[in-house]
T-cell receptor, first 112, second 116 residues
Framework: KQEVTQIPAALSVPEGENLVLNCSFTDSAIYNLQWFRQDPGKGLTSLLLIQSSQREQTSGRLNASLDKSSGRSTLYIAASQPGDSATYLCAVYGTNAGKSTFGDGTTLTVKP | GAVVSQHPSRVICKSGTSVKIECRSLDFQATTMFWYRQFPKQSLMLMATSNEGSKATYEQGVEKDKFLINHASLTLSTLTVTSAHPEDSSFYIC????????????FGQGTRLTVV
């Protein structure tokens, strides 16, 4: 059974700081790994998707890496801004039955 | 990428009534759709797998008679919360599997259900 863990559970940083969010998974049989952002009371916003054959993806100030063999992914946020405050979820899309398994999320607070 | 539309985005209903949530794949055919539920301050948990033309497969602990899933066509799956109670208040989200080319799951926008 796939298990996805996100560390830390919560993170508070001052504005402008670079930060890293971690995601680990137990079963490497995945098609891809996706990072989402969720604002309070809102739905999911897809940030980055990394296919299993890829090592990283970049979008603006965001960079996500994937090491499938070790079951790890990181989301790097450069020059953080208060608007980045949200909960960040990672989800792995498994080859077994094709369902997605989510981590518990990291709640990020960026202080002005 | 492909688009999955979920409707409604928010719904408030009275206890004892039923609520239907729709999940549509707009530009691709999805033989398999998934329904997830998110409790407050928790992550999303898979409720059931919906297969077109057949009965849904429910995860352990999910009441199939309470959460009715119908996948009548390759572009539409519905989740009906029957006889809703306040404890059913939650965030529900669907995803549809893209199987042409590189497999990927596309997520709907989610539905915030509040039962009063």
């Amino acid at each position: 059974k796939q298990e996805v863990t996100q560390i830390p559970a919560a993170l508070s940083v001052p504005e402008g700081e670079n930060l890293v969010l971690n995601c680990s998974f137990t079963d490497s049989a995945i098609y891809n790994l996706q990072w989402f952002r969720q604002d309070p009371g809102k739905g999911l916003t897809s940030l980055l998707l990394i296919q299993s054959s890829q090592r990283e993806q970049t979008s603006g100030r965001l960079n996500a890496s994937l090491d499938k063999s070790s079951g790890r992914s990181t989301l790097y946020i450069a020059a953080s801004q208060p608007g980045d405050s949200a909960t960040y979820l990672c989800a792995v899309y498994g080859t077994n039955a094709g369902k997605s398994t989510f981590g518990d999320g990291t709640t990020l607070t960026v202080k002005p | 990428g492909a688009v999955v539309s979920q409707h409604p985005s928010r719904v408030i209903c009275k206890s004892g009534t039923s609520v239907k949530i729709e999940c549509r794949s707009l530009d691709f055919q999805a033989t398999t759709m998934f329904w997830y539920r998110q409790f407050p301050k928790q992550s999303l948990m898979l409720m059931a797998t919906s297969n077109e033309g057949s009965k849904a497969t429910y995860e352990q602990g999910v009441e199939k008679d309470k959460f009715l899933i119908n996948h009548a066509s390759l572009t539409l799956s519905t989740l009906t919360v029957t006889s809703a109670h306040p404890e059913d208040s939650s965030f529900y989200i669907c995803s549809a599997s893209w199987t042409e080319g590189v497999p990927e799951a596309f997520f709907g926008q989610g539905t915030r259900l509040t039962v009063v």
